[in-house]
Nanobody
Framework: QVQLVELGGGLVQAGGSLTLSCAAS????????MGWYRQAPGKQRELVAR???????NYADSVKGRFSISRDNAKNTVYLQMNSLKPEDTAIYYC???????????WGQGTQVTVSS
């Protein structure tokens, strides 16, 4: 089992920045790809960014160039640095992790990010 706890959500004005963190505990030796997803009201949950253990990254087109994902394997933590925030970035952001030799994905409880105009 893996537990994920997100921190750093909040209210920010358009154009501002916010940093999210996600700390993993439990079977951390099995952590593989980690990432961030978000879900806005009335919309499907979507991938924001993901990162492999070796540091390879992927971003949604909507956040490319504005967001940056990173991870500290020693701390079992993944980060999402969000810059130039837009109102359409408003959503609940969820941390996600999969594990080596497994089919189960793990999710955090989510943290609300609200961007005002």
């Amino acid at each position: 089992q893996v537990q994920l706890v997100e921190l750093g959500g909040g209210l920010v004005q358009a154009g501002g920045s916010l940093t999210l963190s996600c700390a993993a505990s439990g079977s951390i030796f099995r952590l593989n790809v980690m990432g961030w997803y978000r879900q806005a009201p009335g919309k499907q949950r979507e991938l924001v960014a993901r990162i492999t253990r070796r540091g390879n990254t992927n971003y949604a087109d909507s956040v490319k160039g504005r967001f940056s994902i990173s991870r500290d394997n020693a701390k079992n933590t993944v980060y999402l640095q969000m810059n130039s925030l837009k109102p359409e970035d408003t959503a609940i952001y969820y941390c996600n992790a999969d594990v080596i030799s497994g089919t189960t994905n793990y999710w955090g409880q989510g943290t609300q990010v609200t961007v005002s105009s």
